[in-house]
């Protein structure tokens, strides 16, 4: 544990640092929102977050990845994540899950929200899928809250799990989880959206995660496509994907992800994020 330590908590001065490149992720989803329509390419939606990114003054860290050439993952419906931006044209109803990563002075950021786009001619459609793109991100406010209070780690999974599972028969994506972040967009440790045994590492000053819950309409099962990034639910059900970057210091929790810090998702559990120093 001491060398775990040493590797996942950052010091003050290195969280300050972490605050832009999380406010340009932020941007570059606010990006993808205003020009989410019927109509528009996912190929379009990338450039649009490419391009916020880059006038905040950092870059796509999504394009460090070995193979990857895009700044966002752009999954519709049935695609969980990892769907890779291309000439696929957004139609009324679908509900797509936009994760974005942007890199800043060395530093990383993280994020990912779904969308519902209206549908008039099927109700009953867009309602299954807003349900179900609420229930995950509420899943995610779960989770962030519970990191404002725990004492370890797996505490955060296990309240997300409770969420979920008293919300209807949803499934928790479990071959996918959550993970560390700074000089590198993934880094230790794991954050599981479900209970495990493990308490994992000490929550205290200096930790930050990445918590990213990944949400099925019905069962949790999935395959990558042949594209070899894809990932796609077995049964054709709708998946949503929320994800922020949490930073945990010596005066509470802090969303670097979030332009309020999260003080909005946060407030209905009774927690003031307030700003590292």
Same mark, same amino acid.
């Given at each position: 544990?001491?060398?775990?330590?040493?590797?996942?908590?950052?010091?003050?001065?290195?969280?300050?640092?972490?605050?832009?490149?999380?406010?340009?992720?932020?941007?570059?989803?606010?990006?993808?929102? #205003?020009?989410?329509?019927?109509?528009?390419?996912?190929?379009?939606?990338?450039?649009?977050?490419? #391009?916020?990114?880059? +006038?905040?003054?950092?870059?796509?860290?999504?394009?460090?990845?070995?193979?990857?050439?895009?700044?966002?993952?752009?999954?519709?419906?049935?695609?969980?994540?990892?769907?890779?931006?291309?000439?696929?044209?957004?139609?009324?109803?679908?509900?797509?899950?936009?994760?974005?990563?942007?890199?800043?002075?060395?530093?990383?950021?993280?994020?990912?929200?779904?969308?519902?786009?209206?549908?008039?001619?099927?109700?009953?459609?867009? #309602?299954?899928?807003?349900?179900?793109?609420?229930?995950?991100? @509420?899943?995610?406010? &779960?989770?962030?809250?519970?990191?404002?209070?725990?004492?370890?780690?797996?505490?955060?999974?296990?309240?997300?799990?409770?969420?979920?599972?008293?919300?209807?028969?949803?499934?928790?994506?479990?071959?996918?989880?959550?993970?560390?972040?700074?000089?590198?967009? &993934?880094?230790?440790?794991?954050?599981?959206?479900?209970?495990?045994?493990?308490?994992?590492?000490?929550?205290?000053?200096?930790?930050?995660?990445?918590? +990213?819950?990944?949400?099925? @309409?019905?069962?949790?099962?999935?395959?990558?496509?042949?594209?070899?990034?894809?990932? /796609?639910?077995?049964?054709?059900?709708?998946? #949503?994907?929320?994800?922020?970057?949490?930073? /945990?210091?010596?005066?509470?929790?802090?969303?670097?992800?979030?332009?309020?810090?999260?003080?909005?998702?946060?407030?209905?559990?009774?927690?003031?994020?307030?700003?590292?120093?």
């Amino acid at each position: 544990m001491r060398g775990l330590r040493h590797t996942i908590y950052k010091t003050p001065a290195q969280l300050r640092l972490m605050r832009a490149p999380g406010l340009a992720t932020a941007a570059s989803l606010d990006a993808v929102e #205003a020009g989410l329509r019927p109509g528009v390419t996912t190929a379009e939606l990338d450039a649009l977050a490419e #391009a916020a990114i880059r +006038e905040f003054g950092g870059a796509p860290n999504f394009m460090l990845e070995p193979g990857y050439h895009h700044t966002v993952c752009a999954s519709v419906n049935d695609e969980v994540v990892h769907g890779i931006p291309g000439e696929r044209v957004i139609r009324p109803g679908d509900l797509v899950s936009i994760d974005s990563g942007a890199i800043l002075d060395g530093w990383n950021g993280d994020a990912a929200r779904s969308f519902v786009v209206p549908d008039p001619e099927h109700p009953e459609l867009v #309602a299954d899928r807003e349900r179900l793109n609420e229930v995950t991100r @509420q899943a995610l406010w &779960h989770g962030i809250a519970t990191l404002a209070r725990a004492r370890r780690l797996n505490e955060v999974g296990a309240a997300i799990e409770d969420y979920v599972r008293g919300e209807g028969d949803y499934g928790i994506l479990t071959d996918y989880v959550g993970h560390g972040i700074g000089r590198r967009m &993934h880094e230790d440790p794991p954050v599981p959206n479900y209970r495990v045994r493990q308490a994992g590492p000490e929550v205290r000053p200096g930790l930050v995660v990445a918590i +990213e819950p990944m949400i099925t @309409q019905a069962s949790p099962e999935t395959y990558v496509r042949e594209d070899g990034w894809t990932i /796609v639910t077995d049964d054709g059900g709708d998946a #949503a994907h929320w994800e922020h970057s949490v930073a /945990v210091h010596k005066d509470g929790v802090w969303v670097l992800t979030a332009a309020d810090g999260g003080a909005a998702g946060l407030a209905p559990f009774g927690i003031v994020p307030v700003e590292p120093a």
